[in-house]
């Protein structure tokens, strides 16, 4: 359980099907024990972005390869320490929590007010992610 499907499995793209639950139900039928399992299988597809700039990127799925760079946190310059620093974000000069995009850099990405565009497009993060392997058998 928890897992992500490494290959194609009934036609999902791997890493897009993740294995939820598996109960087990014993009944006893004519005279014999029967165990039947139900497998909850979640989906959630990979998805072509368009950013603005034109720039198309796959992202999405259980083990998604790119994560949308936003925190609630970004680097700031001190300019009393004349220094870089992570801050809080604050929101109308309110420190909220909520997150902001960030870009490659973890500096908060500037949104014009008037038309709510962003001043560059959005960050995504690459990420490797390594499968460990696990086999058994029933007896």
Do not use: C
Request: proline share 6%; net charge negative.
């Amino acid at each position: 359980m928890g897992k992500s499907n490494a290959d194609t499995f009934l036609d999902a793209d791997p890493g897009t099907t993740i294995v939820d639950n598996i109960p087990v139900q014993e009944e006893f039928i004519q005279g014999t024990y029967w165990f039947g399992t139900t497998y909850r299988l979640l989906y959630k597809p990979r998805i072509q972005l368009k950013l603005p700039s034109g720039t198309n990127i796959t992202a999405g799925g259980f083990d998604p390869e790119k994560i949308l760079n936003v925190g609630p946190r970004a680097k700031q310059w001190d300019a009393e320490k004349s220094k870089w620093s992570v801050k809080a974000i604050t929101h109308d000069g309110w420190n909220d929590g909520r997150p902001s995009f960030l870009d490659a850099d973890g500096k908060e990405i500037a949104i014009d007010p008037d038309t709510g565009q962003l001043a560059q497009d959005p960050v995504f993060l690459n990420m490797t992610f390594h499968r460990a392997s696990i086999s058994g058998h029933w007896t």
